[in-house]
């Protein structure tokens, strides 16, 4: 058999198999046993998270043969069902709406849409990329919507809600497909991995699936890339150097350099970085992820789906993160920000790297503005108690002039020396 990789290999059969969009399933599988079947139904969302697989499960359900009607859980097994499976069935029809754009494309659907179905109970268009089409074009395909034929479904998929016409969208059933968070994605490539009978080590699939950016079909692609390095057995340092992508103990490092003023270990570790090849611009990234993260755990807002760790990777991290105020946080992310920016423009990004994380470590070793108005407060504790004793209400004696004067001096002293009036 030819090879299948695995993003095809797993593409879901059924509804309950599509993950993470059960919003989605639930309502389609109910519009179809009260017999509630749309002509037309628009699946929105980000890459790779199951709009075009969801609109060929649709495809099968409408024209399973199992039953004598449309069945919310196709047979797969049936003659219709394997054909829409594997492309080639006569009456469903997928386009491709960035290659197929244009008036002509649409009226030769529009000549064709009359046609009964050759062998289904339905004629499905699946309409990819839609937002593709040109005004012309949306313009030729609005009057097939408002009067379809009964035989005829639409399914519509985009990336780009926004570019489709409002009148298009008035007349589809829409919904919104969710970017999968990490947790569900990691779950869904371990279950792969045990299922082709792989090992790989479990604290890899955490930074392959948010190097997928929540999309399934992304990460299973990396994954793929895994696998076909291997023979068999994949270690977490294996996997993350051959997609380029940095581990955590690397961020942990630079919190550690910077926590712990060490400008050698962060230059040390910022060459590594480069022998390895890893993109600048991907790794800043990935530090300014960090940082939020950790900012968010010192606040006390802790939703895993949110930030997509493992409990191991969020010990570590909270671990880190008890060195460092939320004030020193809020300043290193924006130097973080401000780097992010500038690497566009940039001709060197090693060096602009390596400024802005000494820029962090003089931030760690300057003093807060809590910890200023701490040192203020207590002069004038110090100040006040020295005077408590004397006699009414009288002016500044020599005790509280020397006691003011040597708080000054500590204030001075957190500024090494400059004071700015």
């Known amino acids: 058999m030819t090879y299948q990789v695995i993003a095809r290999k797993w593409r879901p059969q059924k509804f309950e198999d599509v993950v993470f969009q059960d919003h989605i399933s639930k309502i389609i599988r109910n519009s179809i046993r009260m017999g509630r ?18 609109a060929r499960i649709l ?26 499976k594997q492309g080639y069935s006569f009456d469903v029809i997928e386009i491709d709406g960035a290659s197929n754009r244009g008036i002509d494309n649409i009226r030769d659907l529009r000549e064709n849409v009359n046609l009964a179905p050759v062998k289904a109970r339905y ?34 998929a985009t990336t780009e809600i926004h570019r489709i016409p409002e009148t298009i969208l008035s007349r589809c059933q829409k919904y919104l497909f969710k970017k999968i968070p990490v947790k569900s994605i990691a779950n869904h490539l371990e279950k792969i991995i045990h299922e082709e009978g792989y090992k790989i080590d479990k604290g890899a699939l955490y930074p392959i699936a948010r190097a997928g950016e929540g999309s399934m ?8 890339q895994v696998i076909s390095f291997s023979d068999g057995a994949i270690s977490e340092e294996d996997a993350l150097s051959i997609l380029g992508i940095v581990t955590l103990d690397s961020y942990l490092k630079l919190l550690t350099f910077i926590s712990n003023p060490d400008p050698a270990g962060l230059v040390d570790e910022i060459d590594r970085i480069s022998v390895l090849g890893i993109d600048i611009s991907r790794y800043v990234a990935g530090f300014i992820d960090i940082i939020r993260t ?21 010990q570590a991290l909270k671990k880190a993160g008890s060195n460092f105020t ?3 946080l809020s300043i290193i992310y924006k130097l973080a920000s401000d780097l992010q920016t500038s690497l566009r423009f940039s001709t060197n990004e090693r060096i602009n790297l390596e400024m802005a994380l000494l820029d962090m470590i003089s931030v ?32 500044k004696n020599t005790t509280q002039v020397n006691n003011e004067e040597s708080a000054i001096d500590n204030i001075k002293s957190l500024f090494h020396g400059e004071v700015i009036d």
């Open 37 to 54: 079947i749309s002509h037309a139904y628009l699946f929105s969302g980000p890459r790779g998270v199951g709009k075009t697989t969801m």
């Open 59 to 84: 495809a099968k359900a409408l024209n399973c043969l199992s039953a004598d009607n449309p069945t919310d859980n196709p047979c797969d097994v049936c003659e219709n069902c394997i054909e829409i």
């Open 123 to 156: 004629k499905v268009y699946i309409i990819d990329e839609v937002h593709m089409l040109t005004k012309e074009a949306f313009n030729a395909l609005l009057k097939t919507l408002e009067e379809p034929p009964k035989h005829v479904v639409f399914i519509f």
């Open 217 to 224: 079909r992304d990460s299973q692609s990396l994954l793929d």
């Open 294 to 314: 950790i900012r968010l755990v010192n606040n006390g807002i802790i939703l895993t789906e949110i930030l997509g760790f493992s409990n191991d990777e969020m």
């Open 326 to 328: 939320d004030e020193e």
């Open 364 to 395: 760690k070793k300057s003093p807060s503005v809590a910890s200023i108005l701490r040192k203020i407060s207590e002069a004038r504790g110090t100040g006040l108690n020295s005077a408590a004793g004397t006699a009414g209400k009288q002016t």
